[in-house]
């Protein structure tokens, strides 16, 4: 009688497993131990905190810098979105800030040594009644102002960039125009993570997961250091950075912001052949898709209706993205969910970010990102790295300073945004 | 989903709500307030990791509005009660727990 692999013990079998797979690749960044000391704490080890990290060591020559982050690396928003990347903004201060953001993008690959899987396969947003197409025109005009690719789509324009569109006119909710920006697209969101990581690791930067921060040192206004659940961290300034849990650390630190934090739910299809190139949105109907390189449909859901930190959200949520989804694909109804999960995303009422000084000296936060912060990594951490390197706000960042719900001055993109962030 | 009590209409689904954020802010008179004062009023809102309460409306049902203690981390329900009557204490998370449980059983 022959011996098969069946008849093997199960160690047996890993050993041999194990001796045929690739040997795993070195670590991506060093494991430290937490120092008594930085010149910069950044509270929050998302893709905002960490490439935060690596501009302040890269532009401003820092590099005892601390990432301090609760779970692990990019485990919270950072893993969860949907990817979309653009900078169509309605807004001057908007299309400023994403636009940076756009173009530092372009070159990200290049500039940390790292891929990502950056696609430049443009973006679609959909207008599907008459004040939805008013509004979408005026964005379109608002971007050629600004100097940022657009261009305005007829349905059957819409059909040819994207033949699996249904643009039947006796539908709910049907396509009436579109705008394009053809260098929007999407990147492998972890990895985008992973190489602001290794960069920053490569620059001296220290990151320090599983670690949470409980409390400030605040001594005349001014904070001192951080108090974590690994002992306390002396910081010449910190960089709160943490999305949905930011309101929970400005209060620590003593005040208050305009925050609530809510779930945002994501999904996808097991891996299906290429249907899809263009990543299409629609705000009206709450639904935003693209295909992945490797072939599942990622798609995103509304946000749900109240305050959470439990990173789930109600399936009656993905029952209505899905919905207004196969209306718009009808393709779609052959697929199956494979996986749906939950982010909490920080919600400021101008559905802008908030990035600049605190009412506490040495204290920076960014945050405020609500549904829409994964396009924004690169200019967000460019311009927080620039605030906390130097004591005031970046060009970019200054209209978004927390005094702005003071002076009245909000910069309101829910109109241009609408959920689909 | 949510099953949310209604104190008018009795349990039902989320679906048939709107949510209305932090319970019990009043309105206070804008001209005795500094901008920055009025900008609190206008833009903050209690935002907890625990048990929040919040106001919701019964859109689809009795179209009234009602506060409701409600978990932002495990999503129990709490006690609802009537806006202008006195605020139930925030429940002690264990006690309600078995509430819901025999809610579900």
Known sequence: MTHTKDTLSPGAIGRRRAATLPEQPPQLWK??????????????????????????????????????EKGWLAGGNTARNTTIIRS??????????????????ETLEEDLGYEMFFSQRGVLTLAHSVSDLRSKRRNFY??????????????????????????????RYPVLGATYQPRGGIAKHDWVAWGYAK????????????????????????????????????????????AGHSSILANLAGFSIPIQSRPLQALVSPLLEQVLDTVVMSGAVHVYVSQA???????GAGTDAFNSYAQRGGFHVIEHQLASALELFPIFSRAQVLRTWGGIVDIAPDASPIIGLTP?????????????????????????????????????????ALERFVTGHLIDEHGAAGVAH | ?????????????????????????????????????WAKYLHIRANP????????????????????????VTHEIGPAYLPFTTQPKAPDPDSNRDRMEGAKA
Request: charged share 20%; aromatic share 10%.
């Open chain 1, 199 to 242: 960069a920053a690791s490569d620059l001296g930067v220290d990151i320090i997961q599983g670690t949470e921060v409980t409390g400030f040192d605040i001594r005349n206004n001014k904070v001192e250091g951080v108090h974590t659940s690994q002992g306390s961290i002396a910081a010449g300034k910190v960089g709160l950075v943490a």
């Open chain 2, 1 to 37: 989903m949510l099953n949310i009590p209604c104190p008018y209409c009795g349990l039902r689904n989320e679906t048939e709500f709107h949510y209305g954020a932090e319970a019990g802010v009043g309105y206070p008179d804008p001209n005795t307030l500094s901008d920055s004062e």
């Open chain 1, 293 to 299: 390189h490797k072939g599942e449909l990622v798609m």
């Open chain 1, 31 to 68: 494991s430290v131990k937490p120092k008594k000391a930085y010149d910069v704490v950044i509270v929050g080890g998302g893709g905002h905190g960490l490439a935060t990290a690596y501009y302040l060591a890269k532009n401003h020559g820092l590099s005892n810098i601390a990432v301090i």
């Open chain 1, 142 to 171: 608002a971007n050629a102002l600004n100097g940022i690719d657009s261009e305005w789509l007829t349905p059957e324009e819409v059909k040819k960039l994207v033949p699996i569109i249904n643009i039947s006119p006796d539908v």
């Open chain 2, 49 to 72: 990791k625990g048990w929040l309460p919040e106001r919701w409306v019964h859109f689809a049902g009795c179209g009234r509005w009602f506060n409701l203690w409600r978990n932002t």
């Open chain 1, 360 to 400: 506490v000296e040495n204290l920076f936060i960014n945050t405020g990102w609500g549904t829409g912060g994964f396009k924004a990594t690169p200019g967000s951490g460019w311009v927080m790295a620039h605030t906390i390197a130097n004591g005031t706000p970046h060009e970019l960042n200054k209209p978004f």
């Open chain 1, 88 to 105: 169509n903004y309605l807004w001057d201060e908007s299309g400023a800030i994403y636009e940076h953001s756009l173009k530092l993008w």
